[in-house]
């Protein structure tokens, strides 16, 4: 007799794989727009705080470096740890499937710990590293160092939320991220404003949020009506799952060195910047980044809502779902970025807005933004192999097109184009859509000659 679950749980193997696709995805986008809020928010007040909006706009901008080597850090375990965790789901495996999301939390927790302490120590040498300046350095500082503080946190509610959607459970997930988000919103203007904290109120609003979702993840992973629960483990049993810790990292390798290089393409753009347009440019970039952040989350959403589906077929050995999968995933993603990419350009004011309502600004961003999108619609591609290597466990070439688009194409061209080929400013916002077209196309085509022909031998090989 199946099993009714309390809370909707959706059937990977059976049904329409679109129907499942679009009932993993949607609740997983309204859940990565409102962790968008998490960001997003702090920017918007931030830049509206009174005389020096636009200066702390930027130092917080120097500070994604370090935010993005945490997210990279929980992506890790989290990305690597849950398409295994599905794969062992789908092959019935529910001792290993058990063992890894116990083995990702751990990793989450010690990571943490380590990155907080390292970060607190040397906030101030790697402000400097990043572009600060003496007038944007004490606006970076206070932000970060109380941000810091969250990222336990942090960990735990964005690393461990996959295994939740991996186990067929997203409108959870979704709920794990709107208690964070909303509490965020409420508490933003509050302590930026309402005590005049600036922008150590933004982050000590941000932790708090954190908190909460954390708190939430684990009450529902350590609760009855989750499929497989977090148990306790001791550190011997730990110490002695390595290879499954290898699996997990190494996997988890790819997610973890796209958002490392992520950090080092911001590291470099800003080194950049501050050379070739000063301050003013540091923020545009900000600005830009935060647009990114908007407009990738469809398309984030997109893939990991497929993520759980592909890897749960594949297990349960059902290439015939596995390709369809794939298909639906590179349409999705093609029609969303076609409709992004029309609405950056025709509305690129109003996003600019959003951040900044500064005349100087407003005008120097525009054609920076228009340059920095031009080849949006190539992260399609981009996504669609790199989500397929990763959701069936093909972690070399995973590893391998996450450092091939960002560190090398764009961190070469961020210095090679505006001081090379004498292009300044608009130079570093062009290495993006060169990066696009290059490593986005060729992660897909290595994806379809290397996964098809794979596929077509499992269909064989189920029909002898």
């Not at 199946?2 to 993993?24: A, E, F, V």
């Not at 990114?292 to 989350?297: A, C, E, L, N, V």
């Not at 993520?307 to 077929?313: E, G, I």
């Amino acid at each position: 007799m199946k099993k009714k679950w309390p809370i909707r749980h959706i059937d990977y193997q059976n049904g329409s794989m679109l129907s499942c696709i679009l009932q993993s995805a949607l609740p997983l986008l309204a859940a990565q727009i409102l962790n968008l809020l998490y960001n997003i928010v702090d920017r918007i007040y931030i830049a509206r705080i009174p005389s020096v909006g636009t200066t702390a706009i930027g130092a917080v901008g120097l500070c994604f470096p370090v935010i993005i080597l945490v997210t990279a850090f929980t992506n890790m375990y989290g990305s690597g740890g849950s398409p295994l965790f599905a794969i062992a789901c789908g092959e019935g495996n529910t001792a290993r499937a058990g063992r890894l999301l116990n083995l990702s939390l751990r990793l989450e927790i010690l990571t943490a710990i380590v990155l907080t302490v390292s970060g607190e120590l040397f906030c101030t040498p790697l402000l400097r590293l990043f572009g600060a300046s003496s007038v944007t350095l004490p606006y970076a500082r206070s932000y970060l160092r109380i941000y810091l503080l969250g990222n336990l946190f942090s960990m735990i509610a964005t690393g461990m939320n996959p295994f939740i959607n991996a186990q067929g459970f997203p409108l959870v997930g979704m709920v794990t991220v709107t208690i964070g988000a909303l509490c965020n919103i409420l508490l933003d203007p509050l302590f930026i404003f309402g005590f005049g904290m600036g922008v150590q109120g933004a982050a000590i609003a941000t932790v708090i949020s954190q908190a909460l979702s954390a708190l939430f993840v684990i009450r529902f992973l350590t609760g009855r009506t989750t499929l497989l629960r977090i148990t306790s483990m001791s550190w011997r049993e730990f110490i002695s799952s390595g290879k499954e810790i290898r699996n997990i990292i190494s996997l988890g390798l790819s997610s973890f060195v796209m958002q490392v290089t992520n950090s080092l393409v911001s590291i470099a753009c800003n080194g950049a910047l501050s050379q070739t347009g000063g301050d003013l440019y540091i923020s545009i970039m900000a600005i830009i980044s935060s647009i990114r952040q908007i407009m990738d989350t469809p398309i984030f959403a997109i893939s990991d809502g497929t993520s759980p589906v592909v890897s749960y077929n594949y297990g349960a050995r059902r290439p015939d779902r596995v390709k369809e999968g794939i298909r639906i995933l590179t349409l999705l993603g093609f029609l969303y970025t076609i409709a992004a990419w029309i609405f950056i350009v025709t509305q690129t004011k109003l996003l600019i807005s959003i951040f900044s309502s500064d005349a100087t600004v407003l005008k120097e961003a525009v054609p920076a933004v228009h340059m920095y999108f031009a080849a949006f619609v190539f992260q399609t591609f981009q996504h669609s192999g790199q989500t397929t290597f990763k959701s069936l466990g093909k972690k070399r070439r995973a590893i391998f097109f996450s450092l091939l688009r960002k560190a090398v194409i764009v961190i070469p061209l961020t210095y090679l184009l505006p001081f090379a080929f004498h292009m300044g400013s608009m130079g570093v916002f062009m290495a993006e859509p060169v990066s696009n077209v290059i490593g986005g196309l060729t992660c897909f085509i290595t994806m379809l000659v290397t996964i098809l022909p794979e596929l077509k031998q499992m269909e064989t090989d189920a029909s002898a």
